[in-house]
């Protein structure tokens, strides 16, 4: 199955970002970031492969990788505001875990339809661990002691 992108991309504003390894990639703008993954669903991408968060130092972004089972995939980036994202669930009930990771290993928020905080419980992590490991200033802390 080849999906068209095109009508897709328009309506949320997304811009290409690269064909990394055949995989189409896009960089949505964060307030679209449901709304897009929502529309890629529709389209029939229904399998959320990755949910991912990076600190890039500058800032966080969050990295989705959506196939339809058949051999289509697309990859969706967006920067992570500090006040937060909007969380997936309703779309993919999965990326609960994957958003629970992203927010413990790197500090990214979301937040659910009302406004809340999501995914903020520890479940990988003792609760005595430091917060945030994968944040490059908890990296630079470790190489310092």
């Known amino acids: 199955m080849t999906v068209d992108f095109s009508n897709w991309a328009a309506a949320v504003g997304a811009q290409v970002d690269g064909d990394a390894v055949g995989i189409a990639g896009f960089r949505l703008e964060p307030g679209n970031w449901r709304a897009a993954l ?73 937040r659910d339809d009302q406004g809340h905080e999501v995914s903020n419980e520890p479940f990988l992590l003792r609760p005595d661990h430091p917060r945030f490991p994968l944040r490059r200033a908890a990296e630079k802390a470790s190489e310092s002691s």
């Open 38 to 110: 929502s529309g890629l669903h529709d389209l029939g991408l229904v399998r959320l492969e990755l949910l991912a968060g990076v600190d890039r130092e500058s800032h966080d972004e969050v990295y989705a990788v959506l196939t339809d089972g058949l051999g289509t995939q697309v990859m969706v980036c967006t920067t992570a505001p500090p006040e937060g994202l909007a969380s997936i669930v309703p779309i993919f009930p999965g990326a609960q875990w994957h958003e629970q990771e992203a927010h413990e290993m790197v500090g990214i928020v979301f």
